[in-house]
C-alpha cells in the first residue's frame, strides 16, 4: 500500500513538473515570443521607439516616464555595437538572445563616462577582438553572446515634459550597428 502511495505521489509531481514545462515553452512554439515580434520591425541593426501605451507588438511598461526602443540584431558575420549618448537622466539597456534570454544588462551608472558603449559578439569574435583591441572599443563594455542572433532593449526615464524631447532625441540617436575596425 505505502508503494502505491509514493506511485501515485510521483506520478502527481511529474504531472505539475509536465504543465509547467509546456506552459513556460508556449510562447516558443507560437511565434508570439518577444524576439519574432521585434524582428517584425523589418529593420535590424537600428534601434526602433516603441510607443508607450496602446497596442504595440511588444508588452511594454506602460509607465508614461519611460521611453523605449528595440533592435534586433545578429552577429553572425561580425560583432555589433550598440552606442547612444545624450543628457538624460537614466537609462538602461538589456541585451537578450533569440530565446529571450537576458544575456546582459546595464545602466548609466554601470556605464564609462555616462555613455551607452557596448560591443556584442560571439565567443570567437571576442577573443580576436581582445587579442588586439582596437582604439575605438578601449572604453567599450564587450560583452559575450553564445547565439548569433538577439535584439536589445534601451530605457530611458523621463522626469517631466520638458525632458521629453532630451529623451526621444537619446533614442533616435542610438546606434545598434555592425562593428567594423577602422584600422
Known amino acids: 500500500m505505502r508503494s502505491f502511495f509514493y506511485a501515485i505521489v ?3 509531481v511529474g504531472a505539475a513538473l509536465l504543465h509547467i514545462v ?3 515553452s508556449l510562447p516558443s512554439f507560437t511565434g508570439r515570443d518577444a524576439y519574432t515580434r521585434v524582428q517584425a520591425f523589418d529593420e535590424p541593426n537600428r534601434f526602433f521607439p516603441l510607443a508607450n ?3 504595440t507588438l511588444l508588452p511594454i511598461n506602460d509607465d508614461p516616464a519611460m521611453l523605449t526602443a528595440v533592435c534586433a540584431f545578429s552577429v553572425e558575420n561580425g560583432p555589433v555595437r550598440l552606442f547612444a549618448e545624450g ?10 538572445d533569440s530565446a529571450s534570454n537576458e ?8 556605464s564609462v563616462g555616462g ?3 557596448t560591443l556584442v559578439a560571439t565567443p570567437v569574435q571576442l577573443i580576436a577582438i581582445r587579442k588586439a583591441v582596437p582604439q ?3 572604453q567599450s563594455i564587450l560583452v559575450e553572446m553564445r547565439g548569433e542572433e538577439g535584439y536589445a532593449v534601451l530605457r530611458t526615464f523621463v522626469p517631466s515634459r520638458s525632458r521629453q524631447e532630451e529623451a526621444a532625441a537619446f533614442l533616435a540617436g542610438a546606434s545598434c550597428e555592425p ?5
Not at 104 to 109: L, P, V
Not at 179 to 183: G, K, Y
Open 10 to 12: 510521483i506520478g502527481l
Open 22 to 24: 509546456i506552459i513556460l
Open 53 to 55: 501605451g496602446g497596442q
Open 87 to 96: 543628457d538624460v537622466p537614466f537609462w538602461s539597456l538589456a541585451v537578450y
Open 103 to 110: 544575456v546582459f544588462s546595464m545602466n548609466d551608472r554601470t
Open 115 to 117: 555613455a551607452l558603449d
Open 136 to 138: 575605438e572599443l578601449e
Open 179 to 183: 562593428f567594423t575596425a577602422d584600422r
